[in-house]
């Protein structure tokens, strides 16, 4: 599985024609596909290429919700864990 620094992620913004991927828990997933992400922005609130693991543990909706999306590597050093 593809090992990604934070600045690497920081690529995959979905700007430009570029993938949408964000990281939760260690793992990176790519939510390019689904409508909320569009353009690399959710709920006006969150860009992709980021880690938004904080961020998720204030969301209405739990990480479970991630589980519809690939996992397409793991982020450096956060590969721990975390529950909501």
């Avoid at 959710?42 to 961020?55: K, R, S």
């Avoid at 998720?56 to 919700?65: F, R, V």
Wanted: hydrophobic share 35%; proline share 6%.
């Amino acid at each position: 599985m593809r090992r990604f620094t934070e600045e690497e992620l920081l690529y995959y913004d979905g700007r430009s024609g570029r993938p949408a991927y964000m990281a939760f828990a260690g793992k990176v997933y790519d939510v390019t596909g689904s409508f909320l992400w569009r353009g690399g922005r959710h709920q006006a609130l969150h860009t992709a290429g980021a880690d938004l693991t904080e961020a998720i543990k204030a969301a209405p909706h739990g990480p479970e919700l991630l589980a519809k999306f690939p996992v397409v590597g793991v982020l450096q050093g956060k590969e721990k864990p975390c529950e909501k």
